[in-house]
T-cell receptor, first 112, second 114 residues
Framework: SQTIHQWPATLVQPVGSPLSLECTVE??????LYWYRQAAGRGLQLLFY??????ISSEVPQNLSASRPQDRQFILSSKKLLLSDSGFYLC???????????FGSGTRLTVV | AQTVTQSQPEMSVQEAETVTLSCTYD???????LFWYKQPPSRQMILVIR??????QNATENRFSVNFQKAAKSFSLKISDSQLGDTAMYFC???????????FGKGTKLSVKP
């Protein structure tokens, strides 16, 4: 069966420090992968999506970047965190022909 | 740009009663899917129900059903026989864009009271 792993679950980082959040999917090949951010009262905002290795699209200009070093691995990074990067980050996957996402358990990031 | 609007930031319902959450959307797609996701306090996003726009019959999943009005671009969620475990944030989402990305509303916080 397919599963998605996302870590860490919580993270407290100082302003200006780097960030790396990781997401991996098991049990499927060539998934579409997504990073969303959920800020309080603002719903879910799509940050990046990837339909394949080396195919990453950014939806919102920001202080973050994404990479996909392997087919089932999606990484969200920042070189220098800002206070405004605080939020709840969700990774999700889907496959061609299946409409809808399966989400990871999320990472709560607090930038202090 | 596609938008999804949930006009009820918070709602409450007594246990065992029925509640309806509202959602409207705007899309230029001809065929698309609509979704309701549940986010309990654990914050895990769980797919509740989905509807294909070409299907006239409203989707049903046990106690959850939708009222899909395509012309009005309305997609409401009805929860029957509400249970305490239904307490959660509920997000409406529309599928759109060339890659089928989901666009989410801001959510409705539902509290089920004993």
């Amino acid at each position: 069966s397919q599963t998605i792993h996302q870590w860490p679950a919580t993270l407290v980082q100082p302003v200006g420090s780097p960030l790396s959040l990781e997401c991996t999917v098991e049990g499927t090949s060539n998934p579409n992968l997504y990073w969303y951010r959920q800020a309080a009262g603002r719903g879910l905002q799509l940050l990046f999506y990837s339909i394949g290795i080396d195919q990453i699209s950014s939806e919102v200009p920001q202080n973050l970047s994404a990479s996909r070093p392997q087919d089932r691995q999606f990484i969200l990074s920042s070189k220098k965190l800002l206070l405004s990067d605080s939020g709840f980050y969700l990774c999700a996957w889907s496959v061609l022909g299946f409409h809808g996402y399966t989400f990871g358990s999320g990472t709560r990031l607090t930038v202090v | 740009a596609q938008t999804v609007t949930q006009s009820q930031p918070e709602m409450s319902v007594q246990e065992a009663e029925t509640v309806t959450l509202s959602c409207t959307y705007d899309t230029s797609e001809n065929n698309y899917y609509l979704f309701w996701y549940k986010q309990p306090p654990s914050r895990q996003m769980i797919l509740v129900i989905r509807q294909e726009a070409y299907k006239q019959q409203n989707a049903t999943e046990n106690r959850f059903s939708v009222n899909f009005q395509k012309a009005a671009k309305s997609f409401s969620l009805k929860i029957s026989d509400s249970q305490l475990g239904d307490t959660a944030m509920y997000f409406c989402a529309s599928e759109g864009g060339s890659q089928g990305n989901l666009i989410f509303g801001k959510g409705t916080k539902l509290s089920v009271k004993p």
